[in-house]
T-cell receptor, first 114, second 112 residues
């Protein structure tokens, strides 16, 4: 079945450590996105990528890094520079052809810093 | 960055009632999307709108793309318990590159 998969679903990290969240899609979508969601708030864009080997910062990119070496994969690294990393992280992908860019989401990774 | 103002932030209704929520912006969007999110899960796409003035239904859900391209609404008719969740609007904007901007969400609670 086609879809977008995030792993792990739950992740615990010690302060000062970097951690990488995985996002894989087999929908042949060009565009991929990372969002952060805090309790009671909407989704805020961290990074997005329109095409392989290219990505742009979103609204809250500080303390995060990404790579897009393959079309299917868009991993997000939460670095020790991110001051408040505990949140629910959502990855999405979309076809991104013209204006037809319905985004489909993974099930999310809940990151907790302990 | 661009902002979508979604209202209301929360709704408490009785089962069977109709629901209406909307999103507005000062920016023009090419596409409007409506999503539903349940606890601990990613948002699921409900309706996508591509043209100004477009009115689209999906079962008991109806959404419209505002004629000015700066707003959209979602209606849910005859609500049932499984409608509980958080509903998000999203707009696609093109400024250099295409990206999606999300509203803050409307949390729907239904009393049986």
């Amino acid at each position: 079945d086609g879809g977008i998969t995030q792993s792990p679903k739950y992740l615990f990290r010690k302060e000062g450590q970097n951690v990488t969240l995985s996002c894989e899609q087999n929908l042949n979508h060009d565009a991929m996105y990372w969002y952060r969601q805090d309790p009671g708030q909407g989704l805020r864009l961290i990074y997005y990528s329109q095409i392989v080997n290219d990505f742009q910062k979103g609204d809250i990119a500080e303390g995060y890094s990404v790579s897009r070496e393959k079309k299917e994969s868009f991993p997000l690294t939460v670095t020790s520079a991110q001051k408040n990393p505990t949140a629910f992280y959502l990855c999405a992908s979309s076809i991104d052809r013209g204006s037809l860019s319905e985004a489909f989401f993974g099930q999310g990774t809940r990151l907790t810093v302990v | 960055g661009q902002q979508l103002n979604q209202s209301p932030q929360s709704m408490f209704i009785q089962e069977g009632e109709d629901v209406s929520m909307n999103c507005t912006s000062s920016s023009i969007f090419n596409t409007w999307l409506w999503y539903k999110q349940e606890p601990g899960e990613g948002p699921v796409l409900l309706i996508a709108l591509y043209k100004a003035g477009e009115l689209t239904s999906n079962g008991r859900l109806t959404a419209q793309f505002g004629i000015t391209r700066k707003d959209s609404f979602l209606n849910i008719s005859a609500s049932i318990p499984s409608d509980v969740g958080i509903y998000f609007c999203a707009g696609e904007i093109i400024q250099g590159a295409q990206k999606l901007v999300f509203g803050q969400g409307t949390r729907l609670t239904i009393n049986p």
